[in-house]
């Protein structure tokens, strides 16, 4: 994405006036402190395999992470590498997604398997250029590949992320999240410089449990205290 010198100037006075280093520092302490009773446990989060978590990215593509669990399992069991993938009859593989939805999934997923095959010998390739040529892999999917499976410091970002950043620094992003390069930005400036895959996570379970889209939990929220949505009365009773 290419921005123009008056947008890139006013994004770095935005990233500026609201990430104090000290905020920031407590934001991370806060929030790495929360993640350690609270993340969620699912199987594609106890391997760092590439192929493992790239079939993973392709099925929790808009679909909650409980309804992939059963899925991914079988899948795995079904098509344990990536060869085996690419070989299979495409209608088995529909048949076998078909719960979640999005059909056309199958298709890319084994679009992509086919192509690392033929392009990058079968491996996984690591950087984020790459796979954003790979067929259904957006800025999301590459770089959460880059950091689970290659421990690459990419932070990431979806509605859940971006209502996080948005709410605690008070930002005010795009109506389009995926594409707001201030947030995509502020991520980035957010997530610490090491162990970014667990910060990504904790960034996507933390706004999947307490700062919910409806009724946030800011009783209960560990960020309360310098919340910009919550300190400016956002919140009411």
Known sequence: MVYSNNYTLTLRMVLMK??????LQWFRQQLQKWAEANLRDFPWRQTSDPYALLVA???LQQTEATRVVPVYQQFMERYPTLESLAST???EISDLLYPLGFHFRAARLQQAAKLIRTRYGGRVPEKEAELLKLPGVGKYTARSLCASAFGQPLAVLDTNVA?????FFGLQGGRVKSRDGMLWDAAQRVAPQTDVSRWNLT???FGAAVCTASHPRCRDC??????????????LG
Do not use: A, H, M, W
Request: charged share 35%.
């Open 18 to 23: 609201n990430f104090d280093r000290e905020k």
């Open 57 to 59: 990215e392709f099925l």
């Open 163 to 167: 209502r996080i950043l948005e709410r």
């Open 222 to 235: 560990p960020l309360q205290q310098q919340c910009e949505y919550f300190t400016k009365g956002s919140v």
């Open 89 to 91: 009859p495409l209608e």
């Open 203 to 205: 960034l996507l379970d």
